[in-house]
């Protein structure tokens, strides 16, 4: 079964966009959130998030610690890129906005490769 | 007789030693130094008259004290520190210098036991009616008789209010330039996240206005933002403070390497760009290189890419060279498309240079000539 994905994205264009792309992979949408305290209080019935780092100001880090704690993979998906992560999170995945489809296929498949 | 008579009035006389001193040189000339522990003048030791001429005479702020009672002598430079008056002269060091002693103390009798050191810091003094922190160093040295016998202490003053007040003042300074860098910093990375966040926004409208229609012009479309995006990196990376000449063909040439395969050949010295013009020339590789791609060198599996620039003799002006080889028989273009209308006339006008296509059949060649600054 392919795995479900959280997105946490607060640019509507974009979520849109990686809600096409990421099915177009084979993967399913667990849900898209624009807002930290939305996926805070969310259950977790998904197997992986991309999380965009800064929400409607305020940042998605202490989300990334609970997905941490949880073993929930998750990537970052920042215009900040590397810097902007603090070093607590340093080894997860970082896609520097904007990136190609290509580039998130190529992570997703290392941490959750679709199985057909 | 005579003999008597003559050392009567030297007696009454001042001795030579005492002569000049200003203000103070006249209070140790009148001073009855018969009610003191050292007596007449005429009968102190060699060592504290020259003690004493050097300190009449010198503008550096000096004290001495002399005898086991520290009897006080300081001469007019001194009173500037001080701030005070005359008084104290004569009289031993616990009296005269009863506000401070406690903090001088252990120096004055460490130098009494023939210990020299030397003690730094403010000290609040009363200048023009105001009181302001001023800073000195006092040191204090043994004073021998002949014998060696430590006979009083010598201290000399300097005042170190300048140096400390100009070094606080560059650190004000240095700390005011951190911070503004700081703030720099911290503005600088908000625009790149800015940049960033709307270039992914443009790049899903992209995505999904063209969805199905048309291909081509999807990608091609996507593949021009990545390659602002990825110069913009560069920049972000300098903090747009610019960046070498070699980092901005690499960046744009990263898209066509292959692995284990060499397709470019990249050379010339070191150069730095200002954001504008590394941008600018990004942008133009991109265009030449998905020109490469599509009818070039790039676009079968021998084709090679010279890159290579050159500093001019005037030291300003480089020369770049793009020279395809081993592609596929040039035609020209019927019609010129964006991208090499980008490359001829954009980057010749933007980087205020020259840019000269020339689609020789073994391959295109540009070049273009554009002032540094």
């Keep these: 079964m392919a795995a479900r994905i959280l997105v946490l994205e607060?640019?509507?264009?974009?979520?849109?966009?990686?809600?096409?792309?990421?099915?177009?992979?084979?993967?399913?949408?667990?849900?898209?959130?624009?807002?930290?305290?939305?996926?805070?209080?969310?259950?977790?019935?998904?197997?992986?998030?991309i999380l965009d780092v800064h929400l409607n100001g305020r940042d998605v880090f202490d989300f990334a610690d609970r997905l941490a704690q949880r073993g929930t993979p998750f990537i970052f998906a920042t215009g900040y890129g590397e810097r902007g992560i603090p070093d607590r999170f340093r080894g997860c995945s970082v896609l520097q906005k904007p990136f190609v489809p290509e580039d998130l296929k190529r992570v997703l498949n290392r941490i959750a490769p679709v199985t057909a | 007789m005579n003999l008597h008579i003559n050392e009567k009035l030297m007696a009454a006389l001042p001795p030579d030693f005492l002569a000049g001193g200003g203000l103070m040189g006249m209070a140790m000339r009148s001073h009855d130094w018969g009610a003191t522990p050292l007596g007449a003048p005429q009968d102190w030791p060699d060592a504290l008259r020259t003690c004493l001429r050097i300190l009449l005479a010198s503008r550096q702020p000096m004290w001495l004290w002399w005898g086991p009672k520290l009897v006080s002598f300081h001469n007019d430079a001194?009173?500037?520190?001080?701030?005070?008056?005359?008084?104290?002269?004569?009289?031993?060091?616990?009296?005269?210098?009863?506000?401070?002693?406690?903090?001088?103390?252990?120096?004055?009798?460490?130098?009494?036991?023939?210990?020299?050191?030397?003690?730094?810091?403010?000290m609040a003094v009363r200048r023009d009616g105001t009181a302001e922190d001023n800073y000195y160093t006092f040191s204090f040295?043994?004073?021998?008789?002949?014998?060696?016998?430590i006979g009083g202490v010598l201290c000399v003053c300097s005042d170190d209010t300048g140096r400390v007040v100009a070094t606080r003042q560059l650190a004000l300074e240095i700390e005011h330039r951190r911070r503004v860098e700081q703030h720099q910093n911290a503005l600088l990375d908000e625009l790149n996240h800015r940049v960033k966040n709307t270039l992914a926004t443009v790049q899903a409208m992209a995505m999904q206005t063209l969805r199905g229609i048309d291909l081509q012009a999807r990608d091609a479309f996507l593949a021009r933002l990545f390659a602002l995006s990825s110069q913009h990196d560069l920049l972000t990376l300098d903090n747009w403070a610019g960046t070498s000449f070699e980092g901005v063909v690499c960046r744009?040439?990263?898209?066509?390497h292959e692995e284990g395969r060499a397709r470019f050949h990249v050379e010339g010295p070191a150069i730095h760009l200002d954001p504008k013009r590394a941008l600018a020339l990004g942008m133009g590789f991109h265009e030449l290189a998905t020109n490469a791609a599509r009818y070039g060198a790039l676009s079968n599996a021998e084709g090679l890419v010279h890159v290579t620039w050159a500093i001019l003799e005037d030291?300003?002006?480089?020369?770049?060279?793009?020279?395809?080889?081993?592609?596929?028989?040039?035609?020209?273009?019927?019609?010129?498309?964006?991208?090499l209308r980008l490359i001829e006339h954009g980057l010749g006008r933007e980087l205020s240079g020259v840019v000269a296509l020339d689609f020789a059949p073994d391959g295109l060649v540009c070049e273009w000539v554009m002032k540094l600054s």
Aim: hydrophobic letters at 45%; zero cysteines; charged letters at 25%.
């Design chain 2, 78 to 122: 001194a009173l500037r520190v001080m701030g005070a008056s005359s008084g104290g002269l004569g009289q031993p060091a616990r009296q005269a210098w009863a506000g401070v002693w406690q903090r001088f103390r252990t120096r004055v009798e460490g130098a009494m036991n023939g210990l020299a050191s030397a003690q730094a810091g403010p």
């Design chain 1, 10 to 49: 607060d640019e509507i264009i974009v979520a849109l966009f990686l809600e096409d792309i990421l099915a177009e992979f084979g993967y399913q949408v667990a849900g898209v959130l624009t807002h930290v305290e939305q996926a805070l209080a969310l259950e977790a019935d998904y197997d992986l998030a």
């Design chain 2, 141 to 149: 040295s043994p004073v021998p008789e002949e014998g060696g016998r």
């Design chain 2, 252 to 256: 744009a040439l990263r898209p066509w």
């Design chain 2, 315 to 339: 030291g300003k002006t480089v020369r770049l060279r793009w020279e395809e080889r081993g592609g596929p028989p040039v035609v020209r273009p019927p019609r010129k498309g964006f991208g």
